[in-house]
């Protein structure tokens, strides 16, 4: 019995043994097929994990706080606000951040358009200083502030007393600044900007000269040690934030200085994360660390959003992508926004034409790659279909102490067609800026008017339409005895101290980094 068993055991291994002869690499490749399946598995799981990790820690703020009125869309483009905020909550404090008693404050911010040929961008830096009107903002019990005039622009985040309303607030500012739409709102603090700088290995920027404590914090008693060498160097984290945060010591020591040093590093960042590849995979990480402490509009409350958005960039050539502050002077301490310079930028925008003239449009009804897409839902019409001059009825009120400007304003308005049913000394003549102001329904006449003027600020009232005079319009009618209101005399191009400061981002890094 016992010799029987080896016997067949003997052949059964022989079978086996002949079988592996056959067909030697089956079990083999059953492994290679059941590894390559197992770790398509993984990644799958991981990616989709992912996602859902990204999705998870998004915050949106409130839709609801976004103004009724607002600006229609004009082109295939984009506009994106993106708000840099000083909050001190959630971690913030470590880094610098704002007064604990508060809720922080835009400490920077700028306006990025994308043009429809998705092939150039421009950001528009708004100072912090900058003298404006902040409309209506909704407050936690569901009222509407005031609209507050002569503000400074980093008010706006706060106006709303909740951080959840606030960035709506902001939006709802520039959109009536610049008569633009703002598509997309994203608010990053000091940690979500600390994190982001560590996950890209640093950030490569350029120090004019040697920089110490005191510089960053002048309030200290003494020089302190020393935070920067000057030239160029690596930085992320905490060292990134006290380089775009640096404000004395540097050039004239302010904030409009201050800009031009952030632009340069957005632009070196934008740079870097080119430079790593501009695909889903590489993205993810950078998304995961900046939405731990980012706040975006709904649209791109998402994780699928949020990449999609960032994978449309990824065809704008560093050299067409480029950094301006919105044209700017001094007014005491503060800054004012120079007319009509700032409108003949918003104009280039609004029309998608780059800095320098061009046209950046993409086609009528074409995305980039050459097919068809819709208009976007609510397009504004084209210039020629807008309200025309004859169908427009507004009183004149000199905000100024030119003597004569409101009738001079008013020839310039007839002899354009519009009816001018008076004119009056406003409550105030010290205004510096022209201000439109329409009731509901009337936006379009407003925008009419400001395009036959050549200046003006839009603002939304519960009245009727009237233009109250300021500097801005007497600068521009200065030595013109029929006034210089028709609408061949409105800008139709971005002034060249506009377009040849802008900055690229692949400028040298050492270049422009400061007034002064």
């Given at each position: 019995?016992?010799?029987?068993?080896?016997?067949?055991?003997?052949?059964?291994?022989?079978?086996?043994?002949?079988?592996?002869?056959?067909?030697?690499?089956?079990?083999?490749?059953?492994?290679?097929?059941?590894?390559?399946?197992s770790l398509l598995v993984l990644v799958t799981?991981?990616?989709?994990?992912?996602?859902?990790?990204?999705?998870?820690?998004?915050?949106?703020?409130?839709?609801?706080?976004?103004?009724?009125?607002?600006?229609?869309?004009?082109?295939?483009?984009?506009?994106?606000?993106?708000?840099?905020?000083?909050?001190?909550?959630?971690?913030?404090?470590?880094?610098?951040?704002?007064?604990?008693?508060?809720?922080?404050?835009?400490?920077?911010?700028?306006?990025?358009?994308?043009?429809?040929?998705?092939?150039?961008?421009?950001?528009?830096?708004?100072?912090?200083?900058?003298?404006?009107?902040?409309?209506?903002?909704?407050?936690?019990?569901?009222?509407?502030?005031?609209?507050?005039?002569?503000?400074?622009?980093?008010?706006?985040?706060?106006?709303?007393?909740?951080?959840?309303?606030?960035?709506?607030?902001?939006?709802?500012?520039?959109?009536?600044?610049?008569?633009?739409?703002?598509?997309?709102?994203?608010?990053?603090?000091?940690?979500?900007?600390?994190?982001?700088?560590?996950?890209?290995?640093?950030?490569?920027?350029?120090?004019?000269?040697?920089?110490?404590?005191?510089?960053?914090?002048?309030?200290?008693?003494?020089?302190?040690?020393?935070?920067?060498?000057?030239?160029?160097?690596?930085?992320?984290?905490?060292?990134?934030?006290?380089?775009?945060?640096?404000?004395h010591g540097i050039g004239d020591g302010s904030?409009?200085?201050?800009?031009?040093?952030?632009?340069?590093?957005?632009?070196?960042?934008?740079?870097?994360?080119?430079?790593?590849?501009?695909?889903?995979?590489?993205?993810?990480?950078?998304?995961?660390?900046?939405?731990?402490?980012?706040?975006?509009?709904?649209?791109?409350?998402?994780?699928?959003?949020?990449?999609?958005?960032?994978?449309?960039?990824?065809?704008?050539?560093?050299?067409?992508?480029?950094?301006?502050?919105?044209?700017?002077?001094?007014?005491?301490?503060?800054?004012?926004?120079?007319?009509?310079?700032?409108?003949?930028?918003?104009?280039?925008?609004?029309?998608?034409?780059?800095?320098?003239?061009?046209?950046?449009?993409?086609?009528?009804?074409?995305?980039?790659?050459?097919?068809?897409?819709?208009?976007?839902?609510?397009?504004?019409?084209?210039?020629?279909?807008?309200?025309?001059?004859?169908?427009?009825?507004?009183?004149?009120?000199?905000?100024?102490?030119?003597?004569?400007?409101?009738?001079?304003?008013?020839?310039?308005?007839?002899?354009?067609?519009?009816?001018?049913?008076?004119?009056?000394?406003?409550?105030?003549?010290?205004?510096?800026?022209?201000?439109?102001?329409?009731?509901?329904?009337?936006?379009?006449?407003?925008?009419?008017?400001?395009?036959?003027?050549?200046?003006?600020?839009?603002?939304?009232?519960?009245?009727?339409?009237?233009?109250?005079?300021?500097?801005?319009?007497?600068?521009?009618?200065?030595?013109?005895?029929?006034?210089?209101?028709?609408?061949?005399?409105?800008?139709?191009?971005?002034?060249?101290?506009?377009?040849?400061?802008?900055?690229?981002?692949?400028?040298?890094?050492?270049?422009?980094?400061?007034?002064?």
């Amino acid at each position: 019995m016992t010799g029987s068993h080896r016997a067949a055991a003997a052949t059964r291994q022989g079978a086996r043994a002949a079988d592996r002869g056959r067909r030697p690499g089956r079990p083999r490749m059953r492994i290679v097929l059941a590894t390559a399946v197992s770790l398509l598995v993984l990644v799958t799981a991981g990616a989709g994990w992912a996602y859902l990790k990204l999705n998870g820690t998004i915050d949106t703020f409130g839709a609801d706080g976004i103004s009724d009125d607002r600006p229609a869309a004009s082109s295939a483009g984009q506009n994106v606000l993106v708000i840099g905020s000083d909050a001190r909550t959630g971690g913030n404090s470590e880094l610098g951040g704002g007064d604990t008693n508060d809720i922080g404050r835009s400490d920077t911010a700028f306006l990025l358009h994308v043009y429809a040929d998705h092939r150039h961008a421009v950001a528009v830096s708004i100072p912090r200083d900058t003298l404006l009107d902040i409309p209506p903002c909704k407050l936690p019990d569901g009222s509407w502030t005031e609209t507050r005039h002569q503000a400074m622009f980093n008010e706006a985040y706060t106006v709303g007393s909740t951080a959840e309303g606030n960035p709506a607030c902001t939006q709802n500012t520039v959109e009536n600044l610049t008569g633009l739409r703002v598509d997309h709102t994203v608010v990053v603090d000091f940690k979500g900007f600390s994190a982001l700088t560590e996950v890209v290995g640093g950030v490569e920027v350029c120090v004019p000269q040697d920089i110490y404590q005191k510089d960053l914090n002048p309030g200290r008693a003494t020089r302190g040690e020393r935070l920067f060498t000057q030239g160029v160097q690596t930085v992320s984290g905490q060292k990134a934030l006290d380089y775009v945060r640096i404000r004395h010591g540097i050039g004239d020591g302010s904030d409009i200085g201050r800009i031009k040093r952030q632009q340069a590093f957005v632009g070196s960042l934008v740079k870097k994360v080119k430079s790593d590849g501009f695909t889903p995979t590489k993205l993810l990480p950078l998304a995961d660390a900046a939405t731990t402490s980012m706040t975006v509009d709904p649209g791109l409350g998402s994780a699928d959003k949020l990449v999609s958005f960032a994978m449309s960039l990824k065809d704008i050539d560093l050299h067409d992508t480029r950094f301006v502050t919105v044209p700017w002077r001094y007014e005491g301490a503060r800054v004012a926004i120079v007319e009509p310079d700032a409108g003949a930028l918003w104009a280039a925008l609004k029309a998608d034409r780059t800095l320098d003239g061009g046209d950046a449009g993409g086609g009528s009804d074409a995305d980039p790659d050459g097919t068809d897409s819709p208009k976007p839902t609510g397009s504004s019409p084209d210039a020629e279909e807008q309200v025309p001059a004859e169908d427009i009825s507004v009183t004149v009120r000199n905000g100024t102490r030119v003597t004569g400007l409101a009738a001079r304003a008013a020839a310039a308005l007839e002899a354009s067609g519009v009816t001018v049913t008076g004119t009056a000394t406003a409550s105030g003549q010290d205004r510096r800026t022209t201000v439109i102001e329409y009731g509901p329904g009337r936006r379009a006449e407003a925008e009419t008017l400001a395009r036959i003027l050549g200046t003006g600020e839009l603002r939304s009232t519960s009245g009727g339409l009237d233009v109250v005079l300021g500097q801005s319009y007497a600068d521009r009618a200065a030595g013109t005895p029929s006034g210089a209101g028709n609408a061949s005399s409105a800008p139709s191009e971005v002034p060249a101290e506009v377009a040849e400061g802008a900055r690229t981002a692949d400028e040298d890094l050492c270049a422009a980094l400061s007034y002064g």
